[in-house]
């Protein structure tokens, strides 16, 4: 049997509920009519989950010995919950993702690429650290769930929605994906720069007669063996 000693270093904490956060992406459409900070909305977002596994089976049977075998896959929708405040722009937000996926006035349907977005979800450890993120990709409001109102209480109002989308996938890298994506592009632009800083004695006129260098020598430094 393990000491108790044993048990306590294997165990020194365990993952919390609450230490989660919850980011969104809009699509571009979306981010232009709506006219609130999509940053904003993981402060207010107190519920979120992270997938499950769910595969769909069927008998097979050999030498009278049934099993069952997986012969497909399925998800769970993603259910959030945001708690809306004074200006009640959580709900304006949903409301203008649904506009935008079908106008009210001409009840045109719009591409579907036009509407769709990428949602982080994020579990924290106690310091702060990221430990496990899951990206849903292509996801839309499905179901908008109706809030009520009443008199006979003084409760937050809260609104839940869930989302459809193609698939999800863990993240290697728990880091903030515009954080990625900005480190991606300073560093392909820098890889840019750093070729065309390769000598060019032509654009560089290092050749050229001027003023310090009368005979047109290469400066000092420069190998010309090349």
């Known amino acids: 049997m393990k000491s108790i000693e044993t048990f306590k270093k294997q165990i020194k904490s365990f993952a919390k509920t609450s230490l989660m956060e919850v980011e969104i992406y809009p699509p571009d459409k979306l981010a232009e009519i709506h006219s609130f900070d999509f940053e904003e909305y993981k402060f207010t977002c107190e519920a979120s989950q992270l997938p499950g596994f769910i595969f769909k089976s069927e008998n097979r049977s050999i030498g009278g010995l049934v099993s069952e075998m997986p012969v497909g ?16 722009q959580e709900r304006q937000m949903f409301d203008d993702w649904f506009m935008l996926i079908q106008d009210k006035d001409t009840l045109r349907l719009e591409y ?16 702060g650290v990221p430990t496990y993120c899951v990206k849903y990709i292509s996801c839309y409001p499905h179901i908008l769930t109706s809030q009520n109102l009443t008199w006979a209480e003084d409760n937050i109002l809260r609104i839940t929605v869930d989302f459809a989308y193609e ?14 994506e900005m480190n991606q592009k300073n560093k392909s632009e820098n890889d840019k720069n750093n070729r065309d800083r390769e000598y060019n004695p032509v654009q560089d006129n290092k050749f050229k007669k001027t003023k310090d260098n009368l005979q047109g020598e290469p400066p000092v430094g420069f190998d010309n063996r090349s």
């Open 167 to 180: 698939k999800w996938v863990p993240l290697d890298n728990c880091r903030d994906e515009k954080i990625n």
């Open 112 to 127: 579907y690429d036009n509407y769709v977005a990428d949602i982080i979800v994020k579990s924290y450890d106690p310091t």
């Open 73 to 88: 896959f399925e998800h769970e929708r993603l259910q959030l919950t945001f708690l809306c405040r004074g200006r009640m």
